[in-house]
């Protein structure tokens, strides 16, 4: 099931969440109106919603897809975990060592926008770079979970784009500042739920710029596969519904290609991951009103 928040574009409602089903989507808030209409509220609710949600598939009224802007599936995650160096062609074109340990960071929820929203190339730097990364979202709240048990606290998957600035990721140990700008965490297009992807670590994940393949890889080649790292994080902290990890790009990435190939407004970025979808964003300069 795919599960997406949407807007309508012809002025029919505010923005709420709804199943994909072909080139239509199933409006849940006229399907089952009792369920919640966030995503995160929505995947707090448990089993129960989903299961309501799967019903409303088959009854529900429908709008197509050509009528709605599809959102970030969540619009603000309570936390945007995400992981480096966990693909060994990455590892090695950085020239670095393989870590003994996931090497963590966050992006800042603000950073979060849409699968076909523009990215920006911000003010206080050009040096701007792509990362297609599988991401995964927590469906139940997780501390001290195995390895073993780790595939129960996932609702689902969706397609992530950790761009990076940089010259910002570098100026300290720690990179949150370079992972965290404004526009760039697009997700999406939807969260596939878990039992429909099956195997999350068999996927193909590729990564186009301007339609020129980038990277190219599978989720097999994870150092770290998502079941580790959600046994990882919840021996430190409580993850919790609507939670998102971004796993790790693969080889591929601009800053090291040779001459490097750096982001700039007029591209356009594309992510696409086997059985889940793909996001697309257009690279712009950033607008002169972003000041608050």
């Known amino acids: 099931m795919k599960l997406a928040t949407f807007s309508p574009i012809k002025g029919q409602g505010p923005t709420r969440i709804g199943v994909v089903d072909g080139d239509e989507?199933?409006?849940?808030?006229?399907?089952?109106p009792d369920l919640p209409q966030e995503m995160v509220a929505f995947l707090e609710a448990g089993a129960g919603a989903v299961g309501a949600a799967r019903e409303a598939v088959g009854t529900g009224p429908r709008i197509p897809l050509a009528d709605v802007r599809l959102e970030a599936p969540i619009a603000r995650p309570p936390k945007?975990?995400?992981?480096?160096?966990?693909?060994?062609?990455?590892?090695?074109?950085?020239?670095l060592e393989t870590p003994e340990h996931p090497t963590i960071f966050n992006k800042q929820s603000t950073c979060v926008t849409g699968p076909n929203d523009p990215v920006h190339v911000p003010k206080a730097s050009h040096v701007l770079d792509y990362e297609g990364e599988l991401g995964f979202v927590i469906g139940r709240h997780a501390r001290h979970v195995s390895r073993d048990d780790a595939a129960d606290y996932i609702a689902g998957y969706t397609v992530v784009n950790d761009v990076t600035v940089r010259d910002w990721q570098f100026r300290t140990p720690t990179w949150t500042m370079g992972k965290s700008f404004d526009t760039h965490g697009p997700i999406g297009p939807w969260i596939i739920t878990a039992d429909e992807v099956g195997d999350p670590h068999q996927l193909r994940l590729r990564t186009f710029v301007n339609g020129d393949l980038r990277q190219e890889s599978n989720t097999k080649e994870l150092i770290f596969n998502c079941f580790h790292l959600v046994e990882y994080f919840s021996t430190a902290f409580t993850l919790e519904p609507g939670d998102i990890v971004a796993t790790g790009t693969p080889g591929g990435v601009g800053i090291l290609s040779k001459p490097p190939k750096i982001l700039k407004a007029g591209d356009v970025v594309r992510v696409q991951i086997e059985?889940?979808?793909?996001?697309?964003?257009?690279?712009?300069?950033?607008?002169?009103d972003t000041a608050r």
């Open 25 to 32: 989507i199933v409006d849940l808030a006229a399907a089952a």
């Open 80 to 95: 945007f975990l995400a992981v480096g160096l966990n693909y060994a062609d990455h590892v090695a074109e950085s020239g």
């Open 275 to 288: 059985g889940i979808g793909e996001i697309e964003n257009p690279i712009i300069d950033e607008p002169g």
